[in-house]
């Protein structure tokens, strides 16, 4: 049984610069937290997410019992993030689907919904606007900040943009930027959403109409991305879905990983904003902190004052250990303070939100330790 | 200069009884042959072809230097399978859009265009009307059956179907069977094909249009599947199309490599044919000699009389290394004579048919040991 959580949201009416050269004004972020600020505010964590998840980190909605937060094995009262000891907090990005501002609501200068017209936001951009966030609550400086994938980009962000604000960063199941096949499945993914007729240029909601066909393509590819081969023939293999009996057919279903793949596309295209879509793959695709210092990531990582734990799952192909130890190498040749967990684990990349003995280990530790440095 | 090719075409009036129990009548197969058949008929190779390739295996057409076969690098006077010493067999399968019969043809019954009603074929349907063009051209046994990924497939069939007309099967860069990883990637691309509004159930050719958007998409995922991580970071990574200059945009072009699968996906979906795509997905799908053993590759195998050359490259994630093997060792266990080259070699599943000293070296010592059994 979990904690109760409670949805919060924070407007602002001041316009936040955007790394495009573009701003944004009269937003509003939603927020979760967990636990209670410390009297010298020591003792915050904030929690990043990636492409398909939210401010609802942990916790449950109040009647919703099965509406557990993304992260919730990971953070809550006695859990590795122990929210007894820790102000946790969760923030939704700009341009997602799910409570802040986005591609769905109305722009303040026309009154029209944004649409494809919502500016284009980067790491850096949602960074920046978490760091308002935390001016408006009042803290300062974080214990750590924390999150997985692109959450996990957003993390090393923070350590590049707010030095001295953030003491420890974790970084899991992350990479320093996307490689080219990341970025190429990210492309197809775009591509199939754009190239759905019901589309309409990204202002789709002014015709009554979802681009499903596109975004059931986009959550397909994700969804083979995010497993590892092994899990895969280990879950589904060569399963036929009727016996041993063949239908010979190229449009119904055979095999149950077709099966599985439909289920998870069909239920995605139902919920997930298709503009959100293309704003948080783009994000992904733009992050490279070292483009800017000659392509030298050590160069990039100068600057960062944190102490940094890197997480990475041996079978993640999306985000694969190499990725973790450049970020690791970078740090040390800085001599900053970095700890690294490689974990043998066989569920990919989605391994980074689920229960594995090993990787809650490391991370109830390292948050053990941090929990002593607080007063 | 490549030699001059010349395409034939077969007509089978009888029909051709299909695994799925359906049978087809009154079909053409596309066909080249190279280099003579010698006078007691045992000097015949037969190459088959993988997804996206006919029977224009090598050489070039009259007044067309740069049509050379998909293979041409491999086969032809004096290369790995040399033209001089055998005489080479190119056939366009079943189902293909590329000279024999498909489904942009008309049903002999009802004078209609197949569409989406052309029976589905399998590798072993493929085997079995390759074995009746043979017989038409007087050839008892091959010397060797031959090809790479799919084609490798067909190769392994003939073993099993025809193990007493096949000396020697080089099986290149293939599997026993598909992973689930692999099935998945085919059913996103078949989903985005069959999705397209203008796929009108397969039988868009009666409505004047063709499902290029989806046709793009399956062949965006396609590209990205049959290259290795490393080559896509070599020969793109994230290099910007324009300079360091961003656009910040989620539909324009950004990086390179978008750029290249764009290009990629919209010259594909000029020529290939929707339905054809997915006989040929479903076939790779559904190819499984151990299924009717109860799973037991090696008593699948039992029936094979062949001599086999296994190929396999080091970065092909696809079709890797250890499926090849496990094709190796079911033949071991019975006992039959197998030589295996794992080729380190960074291209992925593409590496099959380019260019590379040690693999065109295995091929060609091959080939030279199985002239010589030659009288």
């Known amino acids: 049984m979990s904690f109760i959580a409670t949805p919060q949201s924070m407007h602002f009416a001041e316009a936040l610069p955007l790394i495009s050269g573009a701003a944004i004004r ?19 964590v904030l929690v990043c997410h990636a492409l398909n998840a939210s401010h609802h980190v942990a916790g449950v909605y109040e009647g919703e019992p099965r509406s557990e937060g993304w992260w919730d094995n990971m953070i809550g009262p006695g859990k590795p993030v122990d929210t007894n000891r820790f102000f946790v907090i969760g923030v939704n990005n700009l341009g997602s689907c799910f409570g802040s501002t986005g591609p769905m609501h109305k722009h303040p200068d026309t009154g029209e919904v944004y649409g494809a017209d919502f500016p284009v936001v980067t790491v850096e951009d949602w960074v920046n606007a978490q760091a308002r966030l935390l001016d408006r609550l009042g803290i300062g400086q974080l214990a750590a900040v924390l999150g997985g994938s692109l959450g996990g980009m957003q993390a090393l962000s923070w350590t590049l943009q707010y030095p001295e604000r953030t003491r420890h960063a974790v970084v899991v199941a992350s990479a320093p930027n996307l490689t080219a096949e990341n970025i190429a499945f990210n492309e197809v993914a775009r591509r199939a959403i ?19 066909r596109g975004l059931r393509i986009a959550r397909m590819i994700g969804h083979i991305t995010y497993l590892s081969d092994d899990v895969m023939n280990e879950k589904f293999g060569r399963q036929l879905r009727e016996g041993i009996h063949l239908k010979y057919s190229t449009q119904e279903v055979e095999f149950q990983i077709e ?10 295209s139902e919920y ?3 503009n959100t879509y293309l704003l948080i793959t783009r994000a992904l695709d733009y992050f490279d902190p070292a483009l800017r210092h000659g392509g030298s990531l050590a160069q990039a990582l100068a600057v960062a004052r944190a102490r940094f734990l890197l997480v990475s799952f041996t079978t993640d192909w999306r985000f694969s250990p190499q990725r973790s130890r450049e970020i690791v190498q970078a740090l040390l040749e800085n001599r900053r303070d970095v700890s690294y ?25 390292y948050f053990d330790s941090i929990s002593k440095e607080l007063a």
């Not at 979760?32 to 600020?37: A, D, N, R, V």
């Not at 754009?194 to 979802?210: A, E, L, Q």
């Not at 684990?345 to 280990?361: E, K, N, Q, T, V």
């Open 194 to 212: 754009v190239t759905d007729p019901d589309f309409h240029g990204g202002h789709f909601y002014r015709h009554g109409v979802i681009p499903q």
């Open 272 to 274: 997930f904003d298709a």
């Open 341 to 365: 967990a490689e974990i043998d684990a066989p569920h990919g990349h989605d391994a980074f939100l689920l229960d594995d003995a090993r990787y809650m280990g490391v991370m109830r530790s």
């Open 26 to 44: 009269d937003y509003t972020l939603a927020y979760e937290t967990y636990g209670q600020l410390n009297a010298d505010k020591s003792n915050a």
């Open 259 to 268: 099966s599985y793949l439909r289920y998870q596309g069909d239920k995605f």
